[in-house]
């Protein structure tokens, strides 16, 4: 069985207006494939503690969200330097940062930050 995929567009600007609806602040970082794009998400607080999820395929043919890059407080260029190169290896890419407490529960995971 497979994900019914709502185009990328649509789920980009859902997830921003329900972080700004909440208080916090979403931004699209890159803009890519309209509607099969894939979508990276930056989750943070105040630009601290960010986390990187891509929605990975799952062998049963679902798609799941993934932790794939965490910054290391001490080498945050690291960071920065991977989402760029995954979006220069990749044109059909969204990058889109949420700026909330907890902003993994927008896009369907618990929070990680206490």
Sequence with gaps: ??????????????????????????????????DAGTLLIICGENDTKLRLYERMPQLDGTRQWTLVRSQDPENKIEFMEYWQRRKSQDSDLWIVELDIANAERFIGLPGTIG
Excluded: C
Excluded at 2 to 29: C, K, M, N, Q, S
């Design 1 to 34: 069985m497979t994900d019914a995929r709502l185009p990328a567009h649509l789920e980009v600007g859902a997830l921003i207006r329900a972080v700004d609806a909440a208080g916090g602040f979403g931004t699209v970082i890159a803009k890519g494939e309209r």
